[in-house]
């Protein structure tokens, strides 16, 4: 067997890029595997990807936002992290509603879903904590018992009276009536047995993310009275156990100017992007006196240059003007992952990931001991 050639930088970067056109989407496919490219070994190895691999944190001042880029991983690994962080990372969330007395406009079941989508939070360390409840099931009719391990419980007790104060001719109700609003700062939380340890008041206790969503409206003689069970659970098993509001990635841009755009055209292509995407610069006077790229006689004139490709979200807009066919090419680095997560609150965004991470992990492992199994 001969040996095995590796392709130019030239070829390496054109293979890693999808040509993006007015009209069509061009090299879509991975090619990096073994017997695709004559005389090259494309076969996986641990330390090329150790090399290549590469994780970028992007500076965003909320805690509850994160970006980040994964570079050098397959299209396959990065849709892993994204169903992951989805719908696999357990969360704290309210299941169970035991409804004493609802005399609100709210139907019970309504009122009850409402509940359940309210973004609860607390002490990490409480959170980890708290193992599964085991809901009843056919093969196990009595199900986990509830424990301070397994289940947290909330309360909710609000009944609307006539604010004696108001003012005579006061339309609000607000202020005519006092708890009118119910809002997600009524819930209440009741701690039993080691919970107190690990949810300590005042910030450990579990509380919603957002104590302003508003739950039902209320007027005089009506009243709310329930107690809420809180369990882990996954997003696979209902959305209000997903962590996330949003998980989501995108290739990195790229754009390429073949040929010079000066003057009003460089103007024009860089209002086809966003701010900062394109800049200018002077056309030096070397480069005009010796026709460089078209250059002649265009010292002093702006041209346009790529600034930050970050920014641009690949709108083709550019590609609908005719002074810049063959000036320009548009196209992304298909192994270059810019992940958005915005977490829902009860864990920082960029925990998220790593949990994710944490989670892959556990099923490779789970799938190494399959195998395993199945050689014996």
Not at 138 to 150: C, L
Not at 213 to 236: F, N
Not at 348 to 357: I, P, R, Y
Request: proline residues 6%; hydrophobic residues 35%; glycine residues 6%.
């Amino acid at each position: 067997m001969g040996q095995f050639q590796e392709p130019s930088v030239e070829e390496s970067q054109r293979r890693r890029r999808v040509g993006i056109n007015a009209e069509t989407v061009t090299n879509v496919s991975s090619t990096d595997f073994p017997g695709h490219w004559p005389k090259e070994d494309n076969s996986w190895s641990l330390g090329k990807f150790k090399q290549d691999f590469q994780v970028q944190f992007h500076d965003i001042p909320d805690p509850l936002n994160c970006c980040f880029s994964l570079i050098g991983i397959d299209a396959s690994i990065a849709n892993a992290f994204r169903r992951i962080l989805l719908a696999e990372i357990p969360t704290l969330a309210i299941e169970f509603v035991f409804i004493h007395n609802n005399t609100s406009i709210v139907q019970d079941e309504v009122l009850a879903q409402r509940l359940g989508l309210v973004p609860l939070t607390g002490n990490k360390a409480g959170l980890d904590w708290l193992r599964w409840f085991k809901k009843p099931t056919e093969d196990d009719p009595e199900g986990s018992v509830p424990s301070d391990y397994n289940t947290v419980v909330l309360k909710l007790n609000v009944e609307c009276t006539k604010n004696e104060t108001a003012k005579k001719g006061e339309n609000d109700p607000t202020k005519l009536y006092r708890n009118a609003h119910v809002y997600a700062s009524a819930l209440t939380f009741e701690s039993t047995g080691r919970q107190e340890t690990y949810f300590p008041e005042p910030h450990g206790v579990i509380r919603p993310v957002n104590p302003d969503i508003l739950l039902a409206k209320l007027r005089p003689g009506q009243e709310i009275d329930m107690e809420m069970h809180c369990i882990k659970g996954i997003g696979a098993d209902h959305a209000k156990f997903s962590p996330v509001a949003t998980a989501s990635y995108r290739l990195l841009p790229t754009i390429d100017i073949t040929r010079p755009i000066v003057g009003k055209d460089a103007e024009k292509f860089a209002r086809c992007f966003p701010k900062g995407v394109i800049g200018f610069e002077n056309v030096r006077a070397e480069d005009a006196a010796k026709g460089r790229d078209g250059l002649e006689k265009q010292e002093g004139q702006r041209r346009a240059v790529v600034r930050d490709t970050f920014r641009d979200p690949v709108t083709r807009e550019c590609l609908r003007h005719d002074e810049f066919k063959d000036k320009v090419k548009l196209g992304r680095v298909r192994d270059h992952f810019i992940f958005t997560v915005e977490s829902t609150g009860q864990f920082d965004s960029d925990v998220l990931f790593l949990e994710s991470v944490k989670v892959l992990k556990v099923k490779c492992e789970s799938l190494k001991r399959s195998l395993a199994n199945m050689m014996r």
